[in-house]
């Protein structure tokens, strides 16, 4: 009987997770090649020809990687980076940058 409780609640908690959700703490290691030009936490290296990534939408940054390496959005920097990336390691980092502080505004944790 408390088997069976325990499997469905056991199950349940992986019906509720999403599929192939981005792991923040891989995508802070993930993220150590991006750091010297956006910097460590996302919010640059004072530079203002390196967008802020700090409290960016994790969707808008997954999007733009895929953009950056189908080459759908063009820039010679960003591709050479996008093109190492698997589709686990986008999600990865966009978690990573989503969940830090900086000066953007999202709706991050509101919706
Ligand atoms: C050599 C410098 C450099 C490195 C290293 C670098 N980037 Fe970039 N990144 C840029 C530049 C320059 C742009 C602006 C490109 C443009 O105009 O589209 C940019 C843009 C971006 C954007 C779009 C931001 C926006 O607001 O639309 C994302 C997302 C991004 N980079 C993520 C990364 C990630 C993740 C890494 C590491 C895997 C990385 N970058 C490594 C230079 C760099």
Redesign the pocket.
Known sequence: MYKTILGVAVASLFLLAPAHAGDVEAGER??Q??Q???GPDGNGIGDP???L?AG?YADY?EK??RDYRSGA?D?L??AG?AAT?SDQDIRD?SAFYAAQTGPLRSMRGTR
């Open positions: 993930k993220s090649v991006c010297a030009c956006h020809q390196y967008p990534l960016q940054m733009t990687l959005r820039n920097i960003m980076f990336l980092l």
